[in-house]
């Protein structure tokens, strides 16, 4: 059995390559012009996984202000990259999606990772799955707020 000091070691070595590998994912040619920042990955992502969604679902499942949603929705929307049309069930809302022109390169390039989680996470439990995910959370806490003490709880 190794001590939590051999898993932090291994944690360090793995965690650069898993982030270089990531990052040398490049954007598919017809995105590459529209500086995707993580924030729009991850909109993105969300899009992709879950299929429209009003503002309001994706600030909530982002953990972000409507306000920010609306100015990246509204970004991409300009870019072509999503669109925008109205709720069938409520005319105030504004459900959003990849637009049908950019869904197959946003797919081509998000679809890979999604694919590599899904495997890495199938043996575990679901129990597992979540411990899995809250020690991700309180990792970045723990980095994001080194001089806090104590473990930080997951989201």
């Known amino acids: 059995m190794s001590t939590t000091d051999d898993t932090v070691r ?3 070595l793995v965690m650069p390559r ?10 598919p040619e017809e995105l590459r012009s529209f500086d995707l920042a993580p924030r729009h990955l991850s909109m993105l992502s969300l899009l992709l996984l ?9 600030a909530g499942m ?3 202000a409507p306000t920010t949603v609306s100015l990246l929705v509204g ?7 999503l669109v925008r049309r109205e709720d069938d069930a409520d005319r ?10 950019s869904r197959p390169a946003i797919e081509r ?20 799955r979540r411990m899995f995910v809250d020690v991700l959370l309180r ?10 003490p104590g473990p930080a709880a997951p989201r």
Not at 111 to 125: F, H, I, N, V
């Open 139 to 148: 990792y970045e806490d723990a980095v994001g707020n080194p001089d806090r």
């Open 109 to 128: 390039w998000l679809s890979p990772g999604a694919r590599a989680w899904r495997r890495a996470l199938e043996p575990l439990t679901p129990d597992q």
């Open 62 to 64: 982002l953990g972000v």
């Open 50 to 58: 879950d299929g429209p969604l009003t503002v309001s679902e994706l």
């Open 92 to 101: 105030r809302r504004r459900i959003v999606d990849i637009s049908p022109a």
């Open 10 to 12: 291994e944690l360090l």
């Open 18 to 27: 898993l982030v270089g590998r990531v990052k040398r994912l490049p954007p």
């Open 75 to 81: 970004d991409l929307s300009r870019k072509g990259v």
